[in-house]
T-cell receptor
Framework: DSGVTQTPKHLITATGQRVTLRCSPR?????VYWYQQSLDQGLQFLIQ???????AKGNILERFSAQQFPDLHSELNLSSLELGDSALYFC???????????????FGEGSRLTVL | AQSVTQLDSQVPVFEEAPVELRCNYS??????LFWYVQYPNQGLQLLLK??????LVKGINGFEAEFNKSQTSFHLRKPSVHISDTAEYFC?????????????FGTGTKLQVIP
């Protein structure tokens, strides 16, 4: 058990819909990362938050948005869903820099999104 | 900027044979290095990490990796693989950029252990 909790574990929805994925980081971790993993594109970095602030953006579509709340949990919002958005979405957390080993990520079990 | 290259997307190997999964990185600053493993239908979990000190690091399940600064490599090895090692392995590099820790993953190597 990594200590990172993601909900829901599975989600099936239709094209054009909107969903919200939730992540609770490990206790004390200030950084939250979101990744998308699909068969054709592998593991793709989406976005990183640190203590409520956006720190880095990767290959995140404009239809996707995220935020980190004061209690440090994070949500990833996916809108106008397309078939190609079907994937496993992972959240990870890490301790804050400059703690030693602050690059080590602790992953949740993922949220599997199926768009029909 | 930093990057990670895993040249082998798939590595088939017979059970009880040795294996090496290659990882090369580039970075203009000092880095931490990691290997993660992802078993089917699971999240990524840490296999081993290099932060400082001895360049040979040992991880879980009999894996080890050696940090080679001159060759900017961090190859993963196991002397004898088991069927249960079938999984996808990701190399990652972490460095400080703009006052925060930036983590970059390689594209992954799928290890298939053949009975």
């Amino acid at each position: 058990d990594s200590g990172v909790t993601q909900t829901p574990k599975h989600l099936i929805t239709a094209t054009g819909q909107r969903v919200t994925l939730r992540c609770s980081p490990r206790s004390g971790d200030l950084s939250v990362y979101w990744y998308q993993q699909s068969l054709d594109q592998g593991l793709q970095f989406l976005i990183q938050y640190y203590n409520g602030e956006e720190r880095a953006k990767g290959n995140i579509l404009e239809r996707f948005s995220a935020q980190q709340f004061p209690d440090l949990h994070s949500e990833l919002n996916l809108s106008s869903l397309e078939l190609g958005d079907s994937a496993l979405y992972f959240c990870a957390s890490s301790v804050a820099y400059p703690n030693p080993g602050s690059g080590e990520l602790f992953f949740g079990e993922g949220s599997r999104l199926t768009v029909l | 900027a930093q990057s990670v290259t895993q040249l082998d997307s798939q590595v088939p190997v017979f059970e009880e044979a040795p294996v090496e999964l290659r990882c090369n990185y580039s970075s203009s600053v000092s880095v931490y290095l990691f290997w993660y493993v992802q078993y089917p239908n699971q999240g990524l979990q840490l296999l081993l990490k290099y932060l400082s000190g001895s360049t040979l690091v040992k991880g879980i399940n009999g894996f080890e990796a050696e940090f080679n600064k001159s060759q900017t490599s961090f190859h993963l090895r196991k002397p004898s693989v088991h069927i249960s090692d079938t999984a996808e392995y990701f190399c990652a590099v972490s460095a400080v950029s703009g006052g925060y820790q930036k983590v970059t993953f390689g594209t992954g190597t799928k290890l298939q252990v053949i009975p």
